[in-house]
């Protein structure tokens, strides 16, 4: 084989497999969830931290904060930060499940990352129910 028919024959493989050689699957869905959640609650912690260093300041400081928190705007990131907070919770047992050497086979993966997605979903719900209903 000539050297010219080598290069070619290496230039026509891809480098390495990406996108177009994988199947999308729910548990590369839940592994990427886990990394965006993970720096959702990096933000989310601020949010809360600025509202608890409210409450330090001043009384009128700390009914602005929670003013804007509890805005329509306010609440669809307090949203967001329960569904992430449920959802990298729920990845992290996933994962804590698999360190124990259980369920690692591709059926029982993709089931446990499924449950993660409904789990966190329903446990969002329930606790803005619970939320609420403490309100009054």
């Keep these: 084989m000539s050297t010219s028919s080598a290069a070619r024959d290496r230039s026509d493989r891809p480098l390495s497999?990406?996108?177009q050689i994988y199947k999308f699957t729910p548990t590369m869905a839940a592994s990427i969830l886990h990394r965006f959640t993970g720096a959702a609650l990096y933000f989310g912690t601020l949010i809360l931290a600025w509202w608890i260093s409210a409450a330090a300041i001043s009384p009128a400081y700390f009914d602005?904060?929670?003013?804007?928190l509890v805005s329509i705007p306010g609440r669809l990131i307090l949203l967001g930060y329960t569904w992430a907070l449920?959802?990298?919770m729920l990845g992290g047992i996933r994962h804590f499940i698999w360190d124990s050497g259980a369920l690692m086979d591709k059926?029982?993966?993709t089931k446990?990352?499924?449950a993660s997605f409904a789990g966190s979903a329903v446990?969002?719900?329930l606790i803005w129910i619970a939320a609420y209903a403490m309100r009054g």
């Design 86 to 88: 449920m959802q990298h």
């Design 17 to 19: 497999p990406h996108l």
């Design 123 to 125: 446990l969002t719900v």
């Design 112 to 114: 446990l990352a499924l």
């Design 64 to 68: 602005w904060v929670t003013g804007v």
């Design 107 to 109: 059926a029982n993966a």
